[in-house]
């Protein structure tokens, strides 16, 4: 059978740099830092006592507030950038099949808030077990789909990948093969992560994962550093609407890019290391050469998944360096978690997001904070440093990696 074309005709976000898609595109390209003191609780015993937390964000002008009460966070993020990725595509849904259209959703932890204050309730009782009605339903991951789904009564397939930090981006590739093998002809995917509370921070401190330049959090997240002491936890969400690409053309849809392929592939190493040699980073990305039916010289930028770690920065670098060989020092490479912090499962969501606009509009958004290069990184690299970057577009991979050794790329080009 011959594979159907996919496009992306929609876009919506809602980051710690701005609250919807085109603030969020604005603050990328102007090198704006969303790392601030916490503010969400009192973190003053906390190892790490700042983050990157949405600013001016108030659901109640999204949504009723006694419906957003039934919600945890990581849901209502993931309604607002539906919402907004919906409209932004202007599909005429009354005029279109609710069957083939579908939510495939992504989230590494799902409602971690509501388990947090769930249990803190419970043990603060006689120990009779009283949990809200909506406890379950608030938590589990993939409600965020279902509420999506019914909101706007799409039947089409509709559920949530679960892989660490690459849920998002495994999520778009599902979305793309279901509409590549003619299942759907639209389909709502990205990812929402809400994981800036007293289990997430403490969590991930007890792990050593985050970032404890508390006296500089605007800098503390900083890809390609020598000095780089782990990442910088955000929140938020992405949306993408992928359209198979006749019915995009025949309704006269804005298209901003094309999905050409992904990859996945397995470190099969150890629960939170990357492989010391790149292994499964370098195979996910040659999977999704390979399925996107480009050369690596094609690539003109890749946003890697960069978290400002000591070990998963040099890996990714070095997996580059493999796979596209002499090309790696004529592409632009960047990370924007450099800015936004890392979303965990929305990640790869509002990083295929940033791929997209540079190919719309020929600007690559910069890798900040950079003081002083890592010297183990060689000087031929473009890492885009500090300041974003003019240049053409035509190809750009998104690369995100989650804990358990989850890899997973997306291959977008320009139309």
């Given amino acids: 059978m011959a594979f159907k074309r996919v496009v992306v005709t929609g876009l919506g976000a809602l980051t710690p740099i701005g609250n919807t898609f085109r603030e969020y595109w604005d603050g990328l390209k102007a090198g704006k830092s969303g790392a601030a003191p916490i503010t969400r609780f009192d973190a003053t015993l906390f190892k790490t006592k700042f983050a990157c937390e949405l600013k001016n964000f108030d659901i109640g002008n999204f949504m009723d507030r006694k419906e ?47 388990f947090q204050e769930e249990v803190k309730s419970f043990a603060k009782g006689d120990g009779t077990p009283r949990f809200n009605p909506f406890f379950i339903p608030k938590m589990i991951p993939d409600l965020s ?19 660490a930090c690459a849920s998002s981006t495994n999520a778009i590739y599902d979305a793309f093969m279901y509409i590549r093998l003619g299942k759907a002809d639209v389909i709502v995917s990205g990812g929402s992560e809400a994981a800036v509370c007293e289990a997430g921070v403490g969590g991930f401190n007890a792990m050593k994962a985050l970032s404890e330049r508390n006296d500089s959090p605007e800098t503390a997240s900083r890809p390609y550093d020598q000095n780089r002491d782990g990442f910088v936890l955000g929140e938020g969400a992405g949306a993408l609407i992928l359209e198979e690409y006749e019915h995009a053309k025949k309704r006269g849809a804005t298209i901003y890019a094309e999905v050409l392929g992904g990859g996945l592939s397995a470190d099969a190493y150890h ?64 990370s924007t978690k450099s800015m936004t912090g890392h979303l965990l499962g929305a990640a790869g969501a509002i990083e295929s997001l940033a791929c997209i606009m540079a190919i719309c509009e020929g600007v690559v958004p910069p890798t900040i904070n950079n003081q002083t290069r890592d010297a183990a990184l060689d000087e031929r690299l473009n890492l885009t440093l500090n300041k974003a970057q003019q240049r053409t577009v035509n190809v750009a991979i998104s690369n995100t990696f989650g804990f358990g050794g989850h890899n997973a790329s997306i291959v977008l080009k320009k139309v």
């Fill in 68 to 114: 957003a009460r039934k919600l945890d966070p990581f849901a209502q993020y993931a309604m607002v950038v539906a919402d907004e990725a919906i409209k932004d595509s202007n599909l005429p849904l009354s005029e279109l099949d609710p069957n083939r259209i579908g939510v495939i959703w992504g989230s590494g932890i799902g409602g971690l808030l509501t």
């Fill in 271 to 334: 629960i939170t290391a990357p492989h010391p040699e790149g292994a499964g980073i370098t195979k996910v990305m040659e999977n999704a050469l390979e399925d996107a039916g480009i050369k690596p010289e094609e690539v003109d930028y890749i946003n890697t998944h960069g978290t400002s770690t000591p070990l998963g920065d040099i890996g990714e670098i070095r997996a580059i360096e493999k796979v596209f060989g002499s090309h790696a020092f004529a592409m632009n490479i960047s």
């Fill in 145 to 163: 789909a279902g509420h999506i789904s019914i909101k706007y009564g799409f039947r089409g397939p509709n559920f949530v990948t679960v892989s």
